[in-house]
């Protein structure tokens, strides 16, 4: 099996360390694990393509390069760069360094990565780790995601959904912030809302007098019961299935009627 690894955090993050030691026990010792991931942080650049400049494209070691563009350019790098347009078996995007549950699936280049991988054709899986008060005493905040990752990144594979689809299925895993003992199980969860949490925008005066914008993002509550974030923060890891398809279908027919 050949599994290709990225990231949105970059290429020295400690969650890409986790993801290689998960995909290399997937792997075992006859598939192959090829990490291409952003030179440098590309948090909540989504599924950014860098369409309209090039990037610098490195090899930093066997099996291991560095791109100075988004997840997806990383995926699309991989595939038609370095595999010459061949696909992988399996793509793995992560861990993050906080969750990717509820409204931040929009934003999050890590999903952008999963996101592109099932665009190409190739299953795909996105994998985050919820950072809160149980992860900060932890040595290794991604204990969680360690130690239970491959396992269930296994089961997807043996026994979850994977079509063929023009906008396949790909998963989006979300490890809560407790560790690894603590975990209660695993819960399929639809992708939750969190009413009260907002991106919006601090403003900064730098030395020289020049006005700056940060973007500020929200509070990372619970969601509704039994979705992504609220079963998180009941200490379960969350799988919810994913589709690129934009479409409102549960509107088609009554706007087709309306707009008659």
Same mark, same amino acid.
């Given at each position: ?21 998960? /995909? ?15 030179? %440098? ?96 005493? @932890? ?25 063929? /689809?023009?906008?396949?299925? %790909? ?61 998180? @923060? ?17 509107? @088609? ?5 309306? @707009?008659?």
């Amino acid at each position: 099996m050949r599994i290709l690894i990225t990231n949105d955090d970059g290429i020295n993050a400690p969650g890409l360390e986790v993801l290689h030691e998960i /995909a290399q026990d997937i792997a075992g010792t006859t598939g192959e694990v090829w990490t291409v991931a952003p030179a %440098f942080e590309q948090s909540g650049v989504g599924h950014c393509v860098s369409y309209t400049h090039p990037m610098l494209f490195s090899q930093l070691g066997e099996r291991r390069f560095a791109a100075e563009g988004s997840p997806a350019d990383c995926v699309l790098a991989a595939i038609y760069e370095v595999f010459g347009g061949a696909r992988p078996d399996l793509i793995l995007s992560g861990v993050n360094r906080g969750n990717n549950s509820a409204e931040n699936v929009l934003y999050s280049g890590t999903i952008g990565g999963a996101m592109e991988g099932a665009l190409q054709g190739v299953p795909a899986i996105a994998l985050s780790q919820y950072m809160g008060p149980g992860t900060r005493a @932890l040595a290794d905040p991604f204990e969680a995601a360690r130690t239970h990752g491959a396992t269930l990144v296994r089961r997807l594979l043996e026994r979850g959904m994977w079509d063929e /689809a023009d906008y396949r299925l %790909f998963y989006n895993i979300n490890f809560p912030p407790v560790a690894a003992a603590d975990v209660q199980g695993v819960r399929v969860a639809a992708q939750g809302y969190r009413r009260d949490s907002f991106f919006s925008t601090e403003p900064q005066i730098s030395p020289s007098g020049k006005r700056f914008v940060w973007i500020k993002g929200g509070p990372q509550g619970t969601t509704a019961p039994g979705t992504d974030a609220a079963v998180n @923060l009941d200490g379960y890891i969350s799988v919810t299935p994913l589709r690129c398809d934009l479409t409102a279908h549960d509107s @088609l027919k009554e706007l087709e009627a309306a @707009l008659a």
